[in-house]
């Protein structure tokens, strides 16, 4: 093999493209802000931040009244990788653009108003392929990550929804009838319990099946432990779903303030990268 890239340079004056290397300071930023990440072995994080870098570089992000970040670019491929990361064909979706603004919205997308309360949103029909996110939104899903809502994983969830063209709360996945039916009846009893108020799945969670899927979705990567022993039927339509075992998954190991810092940079975590 090596002769034949050594007869393409000299014909053609050809080089293979490199892979892409994530930046020292990203990675700590990552082990800083995305716990799946920071619980992951280096293989495993390799794996992950080509991943991450690919989507970054496939997808148009635009800020509205504000700056995008690298930050916010990584926290966004964050949550589309996590949600991949069983599947043996990540490239799921397909997202074009990814629109960031400063603040909750409503429907008309007006900020400040009294109804103003949609933090994240992926469009259908002319519009697919686009997700917006508000950034403060983006930034506590990951930075609280154990109260069960993470607006990057929700709006990816439903664009998981939709590839079959429906957004129905039945991925294609799950729409063969062997799997369908039981998974409908469950949703249906789900969604009952959480409307009388016998559930601790959001209530968001009850507005239909497509909210319910993405409200399962959160729930299952930020509290798995919980999912499984509060509802083990739905926990286990998930795992099968997304090919991931969370409950039994590798927590994140804390970084020691006096440990090197994982930027590379040499100094101590407490004297580089870490915020209290």
């Known amino acids: 093999m090596k002769g034949v890239w050594q007869f393409l340079r000299s014909l053609f004056g050809?080089?293979?493209a490199l892979e892409p290397v994530m930046l020292s300071e990203h990675k700590a930023f990552l082990n800083r802000a995305v716990?799946?990440?920071a619980a992951l072995n280096e293989s495993e994080k390799q794996r992950f931040e080509q991943r991450c870098l690919s989507f970054i570089h496939?997808?148009?992000?635009?800020?509205?009244?504000?700056?995008?970040?690298?930050?916010?670019?990584?926290?966004?491929a964050s949550g589309s990788v996590i949600l991949a990361w069983g599947f043996s064909r990540w490239h799921?979706?397909?997202?074009?653009?990814?629109?960031?603004v400063p603040k909750s919205f409503n429907d008309a997308s007006e900020f400040?108003?009294?109804?103003?309360?949609?933090t994240g949103l992926v469009g259908t029909h002319h519009l697919r392929g686009k997700m917006i996110l508000c950034q403060p939104a983006l930034h506590q899903g990951f930075s609280?990550?154990?109260d069960?809502?993470?607006?990057?994983?929700?709006?990816?969830?439903?664009?998981?929804?939709?590839?079959?063209?429906?957004?129905d709360g039945l991925p294609r996945q799950l729409s063969e009838q062997a799997y369908a039916v039981p998974w409908l009846a469950m949703v249906q009893e789900k969604i009952e319990q959480i409307n009388s108020g016998k559930s601790d799945i959001r209530d968001y969670g009850?507005?239909?099946?497509a909210e319910f899927f993405s409200v399962a979705t959160e729930y299952f990567f930020e509290r798995p432990k919980l999912l499984k022993r509060n509802h083990p039927d739905l926990y286990k339509g998930l795992e099968s779903f997304y090919k991931q075992n969370r409950a039994d998954a590798k927590t994140q190991a804390k970084i020691r303030k006096k440990a090197p810092c994982p930027c590379g940079s040499g100094k101590r975590y407490k004297r580089c990268c870490y915020q209290a």
Do not use: C, W
């Open 112 to 118: 400040g108003q009294h109804d103003s309360n949609i």
């Open 206 to 209: 009850g507005t239909n099946n």
């Open 144 to 146: 609280h990550d154990n």
């Open 14 to 16: 050809f080089e293979p």
């Open 58 to 76: 496939h997808t148009e992000f635009v800020g509205h009244e504000l700056e995008v970040s690298d930050e916010d670019k990584l926290l966004v």
């Open 92 to 100: 799921y979706v397909k997202v074009d653009t990814v629109y960031l």
């Open 148 to 167: 069960k809502r993470n607006v990057a994983i929700h709006e990816f969830a439903h664009l998981i929804d939709m590839a079959d063209g429906d957004v």
């Open 35 to 37: 716990s799946f990440y």
